[in-house]
């Protein structure tokens, strides 16, 4: 056998194993969609490769100290701009968000895993904005960087140097609420609006930069994101969340709208914990509380 013929096997083999770790969904807990997460042991067969574009979504100076070789550092708050929110329900104008994304090495045809420090909101923000905007290969590391430190996995302080690419985003805007949509729906007894946030943001006494007002939109439950979280994983197994959403009388067929205070993070956690498990008739209202306590004509309640 020549050289040539073993390294041609090789990398064969190399690229039958990223196809599988990136098709094979995180095992183990029944998901409806389990393609959306990645195990720590998946993502070590797909960083090995230029192939699939890492992203890591905590704030820059996390990123700095130490983050998973090969990672593009990209802040979830950076596709969420109120002005567009407000605008159409967008998370970001379609304009910026491809010249962001593209920046970043994506375009529609780039395999995306994102990770955050394993919380979720930042990771699920990101996977939000991208999914919002048409791309649907995108998976969440499950139990992001904590999990991969835990397993004394490789880590660098280097930056990537990255090619730009041309992303074409094709937004769906039936995935958002806007506030005229929430004004005309949400006394709707047949919509389930859920609350994100603290309890302390729920009842007013938290009141963050960015709100005019405490208290929640009237006749939301609450749900805050970390009942979703697991101990070490990103997200509680499959039997969990859907208990923890059925105590609140929510099925798969209930209709829902989630918010939290800038409609990226928190609640976008949330969005994704539940589409794992099947629950598909979700949307996201961006606006969220930054724009609701904004509108002093909007009631409020406590």
């Not at 995108?138 to 430190?149: E, H, I, P, S």
Request: net charge neutral; with cysteine.
């Amino acid at each position: 056998m020549t050289f040539m013929t073993v390294s041609k096997r090789a990398v064969s083999l190399a690229a039958l194993a990223l196809a599988v770790a990136l098709a094979s969904p995180a095992r183990g807990d029944d998901y409806a969609h389990p393609q959306l997460l990645i195990s720590t042991d998946e993502m070590a067969e797909a960083v090995k490769t230029s192939k699939v574009r890492v992203v890591d979504a905590s704030a820059p100076d996390l990123y700095n100290r130490a983050h998973i070789p090969g990672a593009v550092n990209l802040l979830h708050l950076d596709l969420a701009v109120l002005a567009d929110r407000k605008k159409n329900g967008f998370p970001i104008n379609q304009a910026d968000a491809e010249k962001i994304i593209g920046a970043a090495g994506i375009d529609e045809n780039t395999p995306v895993i994102v990770y955050d420090g394993g919380e979720g909101p930042n990771a699920s923000g990101v996977w939000f904005a991208l999914d919002f905007f048409g791309h649907n290969n995108v998976k969440v590391l499950n139990g992001g960087f904590r999990k991969w430190m835990k397993e004394q996995r490789p880590v660098t302080q280097e930056a990537p140097k990255v090619e730009a690419k041309k992303f074409t985003a094709k937004p769906s805007p039936a995935k958002v609420a806007t506030l005229a949509w929430m004004k005309e729906n949400y006394r709707d007894k047949n919509l389930v609006i859920l609350d994100t946030r603290s309890f302390k943001e729920y009842i007013g006494e938290d009141v963050r930069p960015g709100a005019s007002r405490g208290g929640h939109i009237p006749g939301a439950a609450h749900l805050e994101w970390v009942k979703f979280s697991g101990a070490v994983e990103t997200f509680k197994p499959a039997g969990e969340i859907v208990k923890t959403l059925e105590k609140r009388g929510i099925t798969k067929d209930s209709k829902v709208v989630v918010y939290c205070h800038s409609g990226i993070g928190r609640s976008t956690d949330v969005s994704l914990a539940m589409k794992l498990v099947g629950f598909e008739n979700v949307m996201e209202y961006t606006g969220s509380w930054e724009e609701w306590s904004g509108d002093p004509s909007l009631p409020v309640e406590k």
